[in-house]
């Protein structure tokens, strides 16, 4: 293809103003000593390719995951921003580390050519970008690294954005009964679940009328289901679990104090738009062997006001997970809910392979009498606020394989290790603000990993793209004991 001269003048132009700024301003150019090196690295590129102002050289990753490229320098400098240029679109999990302490400064789960991340001012002499996973190796053009003193607009839907505007101010009212989810299940649209102007509504008292109910549905229209009764393996027409799978727009709610599901539970596979509200369920040693499973690809799931338990008098194997993820989960909500009497409770990553940037919030959840994984979290983004802890008999909070959880005004008593990263290969990160810790136990063990306490600190900042409204710390307990579990809301 032949282009006219003025073009071709407009193109070079415009790269020898990138060029330009670029040289005047990226530290990973103008630091001192700056230079750039990585592992896995591919024939024929070359690490000084992310480095040179120039979109069209690249540093290319050997494979799609556990890939690292880095810009360092002989001594120390200031940065509060970082640009990341990809030729093609091919990352699908990322994070930015400061090599000096280990701290995650951003992470997201796409590059493509022109990423801005902004991040509160450090002093290092080394930063790593770490490519979680890709579709296909990864082809950083460019990593360019600023001061930021200029006062320049950022953008206040990019969740690294260190302004973070959607951060709560003062305390605003807490609506414990709310029609629609706050966190993270409230983008992409919202989680409105089976409601909607031409939704089907119907009520069940068995497990057999929930199958029918799934099977039978109109895949063009919202569909409430409504429990009043006990649901159990035996009337569920010989299923092992009710799957809500290939489907979108779906909400199982149950009546009253009247819906409990005894030893069967609830699978999330391949849909969107779920809810899931005011349900006892318990003892469920079938299917999964969870009370609700997750799977993706599933996006907008919102699990509000339930009751989940199983029981600490049997094998910690004897059931599994009161709700758990994995795969390509994102945008869910784990609310007001009354989570007791379990081993393992709450799992997201089924493995430190299990690498996709899930994103989860919990809040007002009322966790209690309960062993470990509250919850585990493997890679991507947890927002846990306004919950109370009481009865941790082994680990709380367990942050593993570089995921970032923001921990905010949340209330720990009579617990033992509630903030750790134990049992993987990579370790975890949060960002801890407000936190209340009473008759708390902190017990390291080197060989497992590593322990917030008892002096917690932040190791990593997670600023959110959503608002919320945020209980004072002090007022946590009182109102999740009132609010939490079946039959607070008229639903």
């Known amino acids: 293809m032949q282009y006219s001269k003025s073009i071709r003048l407009s193109v070079l132009a415009t790269a020898l103003a990138f060029c330009a700024a670029a040289q005047a301003n990226n530290l990973a150019i103008t630091g001192p000593g700056a230079g750039a090196d990585g592992s896995g690295k591919a024939s024929g590129t070359s690490y000084g390719d992310v480095k040179d102002a120039d979109l069209q050289s690249y540093w290319q990753a050997s494979g799609n995951n556990g890939q690292r490229v880095s810009v360092k320098w002989s001594s120390a400098v200031s940065a509060n921003q970082v640009v990341l240029r990809e030729q093609g679109n091919s990352v699908t999990g990322w994070r930015l580390v400061n090599n000096d302490n280990g701290a995650v400064l951003a992470s997201g789960s796409s590059i493509g050519s022109n990423r801005t991340v902004n991040f509160s001012t450090v002093s290092t002499k080394k930063l790593n970008l770490e490519i979680l996973s890709a579709n296909s190796a990864a082809r950083i053009a460019e990593f360019e690294v600023y001061l930021n003193t200029g006062g320049n607009p950022t953008d206040p839907t990019d969740p690294t954005d260190p302004t973070d505007p959607t951060d709560p101010g003062e305390p605003g009212p807490i609506t414990s009964c709310a029609a629609t989810p706050q966190g993270y299940a409230s983008l992409n649209g919202g989680t409105s679940g089976g409601s909607g102007s031409n939704a089907v509504t119907v009520t069940v008292s068995s497990g057999a009328q929930i199958v029918s109910a799934l099977q039978n549905r109109d895949l063009n229209r919202p569909l409430t289901i409504r429990v009043n009764g006990t649901i159990t393996p035996g009337n569920s027409g010989g299923v092992s679990k009710f799957d809500i799978k290939d489907m979108d ?7 009253g104090n009247n819906a409990l599901f005894d030893g069967i539970g609830i699978k999330i596979f391949r849909a969107n738009n779920v809810i899931i509200r005011n349900l006892k369920l318990r003892y469920v040693n079938t299917g999964d062997k969870d009370a609700i499973t997750i799977e993706g690809p599933a996006r907008n799931i919102w699990i509000d006001h339930n009751e989940i338990y199983n029981s600490l008098n049997v094998g910690k194997d004897f059931y599994d997970e009161l709700i758990s993820g994995k795969k390509d989960v994102d945008n869910v909500t784990i609310s007001y809910n009354y989570l007791h009497d ?8 089924s493995s430190d392979s299990d690498n996709y940037n899930r994103r989860i919030t919990f809040h007002h959840n009322y ?9 585990l979290f493997r890679f991507g983004q947890g927002h846990i606020y ?3 802890y009481n009865d941790i008999q082994d680990t709380g909070i367990n942050s593993r394989m570089g995921a970032v959880i923001r921990i905010e005004n949340n209330v720990f008593e009579n617990a033992k290790n509630p903030i750790v990263s134990f049992y993987s290969s990579g370790y975890g990160y949060w960002d801890t603000r407000g936190n209340s810790f009473s008759n708390i136990t902190w017990q390291e063990y080197p060989g497992d990993g590593i322990i917030a306490g008892p002096n917690v600190q932040p ?12 209980l004072p710390t002090n007022q946590v307990k009182a109102h999740v004991l009132a609010n939490a579990g079946v039959n607070k809301c008229s639903f």
Do not use: D, E, M, Q
């Open 386 to 388: 306004n919950n109370y």
């Open 459 to 470: 190791t990593a900042v997670l600023n959110l793209p959503y608002s919320f409204n945020l």
């Open 367 to 375: 966790w209690h009498k309960v062993n470990s994984r509250l919850p």
């Open 249 to 255: 727009n779906v909400s199982i709610i149950g009546v």
């Open 342 to 349: 379990s081993w393992k409770t709450s799992l997201w990553g």
